[in-house]
């Protein structure tokens, strides 16, 4: 079982990821598993340093110091930055929202581009981009890359 927690609220006088270590501990001696770390949008009209991989950071202290999974969000779009976040032990889990809403086979095309070979349905190998000459045309594995 896992929580996903706003780990901060980037307010200066609000919840702060030291807030949230202590909360995850707390979580963990539970039986909790792992954390979601999130942050932001529960207070209106705040300044969030929103970029790529923005929430990594708080993934990896909750990791580090609350001593739990953490499952890292926040603007990861790419599969080699998902693959850089676990491989440096930033995070356990990656958790995507907006890049596969822009493209739902975002898996498949991130195991192609990180040289694995995804597994497709029969009704669907017909759009593999080694076999359908449109994913070349649309930028291929290139598209997530």
Known sequence: ????????????DGWTIEDSV???????????????ASSGGI????????????????????????GIATRAVGMIVTPQQAET???????????LARAVLDDPRWGWHAGEALGAS?????????????TWPGAKLRGGVAKVA
Do not use: H, N
């Not at 202590?22 to 909790?32: D, I, P, Q, T, Y």
């Not at 995804?118 to 080694?130: D, G, H, L, M, S």
């Open 22 to 36: 202590v909360f995850a501990r707390a979580l963990k001696e539970r039986g909790c598993d792992f954390i979601c």
């Open 118 to 130: 995804a597994v497709y349905p029969p009704q669907y190998e017909r759009a593999r981009a080694t």
């Open 43 to 66: 207070v209106g009209r705040l300044a969030v340093p929103v970029g790529p991989g923005y929430q990594v950071k708080l993934a990896a202290r909750l990791r580090r110091e609350a």
């Open 85 to 95: 976040v676990l491989a440096e032990g930033e995070a356990d889990m990656i958790a």
């Open 1 to 12: 079982m896992g929580a996903r927690l706003s780990a901060t609220d980037w307010r200066e």
